[in-house]
């Protein structure tokens, strides 16, 4: 079992391009989020999503965007990246909304340049 | 404003010494309170948690205090090894809540 997998490891993106950041998980979680890993700041909640089909805003959900189209997908959409959005990325999921233990994938480190 | 404070960057222990990790919240609805562990390149992974209804848990090496009226809670490493070094972070959330709050982080190098 792999558990929670991100597509690219890392990338480095020309600011106004787009980009989407992949994750996948197969522990039939029904919640799934994105955080961005800032130093000083921690992990930030980007967006989430309580079961297949619905997602909410986090804490800085501006210039991303997310959908949820089955269980194990749950891709992050940059339309114009920016600078500011170089962060490393995470993606996490837990047994369903409110589950207080969440799982987390390896991470993918953007750059926008 | 941040609702959870780690206000150590990094913490330096000799191996075999005690690790004490500091953690503060200002929200009185948070109700759970956990610790992360993370290494460089992978993700955080769950360490040990507690529920405001227990002001101690205890894991192993591993020991969380929660002192409600402060709103602090520390997480306690005895002995410290070496592979304890890693950033901890101790994120806190409500029953019910989706919503998991994180604070900056403290890297704890544990020397051999």
């Known amino acids: 079992i792999a558990g929670i997998t991100q597509a690219p490891t890392s990338q480095i993106l020309a600011a106004g391009r787009r980009m989407t950041l992949r994750c996948t998980q197969d522990?039939?979680?029904?919640?799934m989020y994105w955080y961005r890993q800032d130093l000083g700041l921690g992990l930030r909640l980007i967006h989430y999503s309580n079961t297949a089909g619905t997602t909410g805003k986090g804490e800085v959900p501006d210039g991303y965007s997310v959908s949820r189209a089955n269980t194990d997908d749950f891709p992050l959409t940059l339309a114009s990246a920016v600078p500011s959005q170089t962060s490393v990325y995470f993606c996490?999921?837990?047994?369903?909304?409110?589950?207080?233990?969440?799982?987390f994938g390896p991470g993918t480190r953007l750059t926008v340049l | 404003d941040q609702q959870v404070k780690q206000n150590s960057p990094s913490l330096s222990v000799q191996e075999g010494r005690i690790s004490i990790l500091n953690c503060d919240y200002t929200n009185s609805m948070f109700d759970y309170f956990l610790w992360y562990k993370k290494y460089p390149a992978e993700g955080p992974t769950f360490l040990i948690s507690?529920?405001?209804?227990?002001d101690k848990n205890e894991d192993g090496r591993f020991t969380v205090f929660l002192n409600k009226s402060a709103k602090h809670l520390s997480l306690h490493i005895v002995p410290s090894q070496p592979g304890d070094s890693a950033v901890y972070f101790c994120?806190?959330?409500?029953?019910?809540?989706?919503?998991?709050?994180f604070g900056a982080g403290t890297r704890l190098f544990v020397k051999a």
């Open positions: 996490a999921s837990s047994d369903f909304s409110g589950a207080l233990t969440q799982y």
């Open positions: 522990m039939r979680h029904n919640a």
């Open positions: 994120p806190t959330t409500y029953t019910g809540g989706f919503k998991t709050i």
């Open positions: 507690i529920s405001s209804i227990k």
